[in-house]
Nanobody, 114 residues
Framework: VQLQAFGGGLVQAGGSLRLSCAVS????????IGWYRQPPGKQRELVAK???????NYAGFVKGRFTISRDIAKNTLSLRVDSLKPEDTGVYYC?????????WGQGTLVTVSS
């Protein structure tokens, strides 16, 4: 599985972005796929993920601000991020998990200015 994330950028607090992840092969066959982020100087953390059945799970800090979705026809994973805060700044990574292993994309940088 190859993952390519894009859509990051510089945005003011309160703004929105849409991150996308292009997936090689069938996204439908991936057991779990989602987004992690790594704030500056901190460890990587889960943001949101979605199972092969389409069930989403979100980290507690999301609090309704982020929406994860997948387009099975286009093999694309998306993350809509609204009401951005400076603490949302970080590199956002696309991640896929299968029973035999896990895969990471290269990351896309999101910078939220106050």
């Amino acid at each position: 599985v190859q993952l390519q994330a894009f859509g990051g950028g510089l945005v003011q607090a309160g703004g929105s972005l849409r991150l996308s992840c292009a997936v090689s092969g069938s996204i439908f066959s991936i057991a779990e796929i989602g987004w992690y982020r790594q704030p500056p100087g901190k460890q990587r953390e889960l943001v949101a993920k979605i199972t092969s059945r389409g069930s989403p799970n979100y980290a507690g800090f999301v609090k309704g601000r982020f929406t994860i979705s997948r387009d099975i026809a286009k093999n694309t994973l998306s993350l809509r991020v609204d009401s951005l805060k400076p603490e949302d700044t970080g590199v956002y990574y696309c991640h896929a998990w299968q029973t035999w292993g896990e895969y990471w994309g290269q990351g896309t940088l999101v910078t939220v200015s106050s």
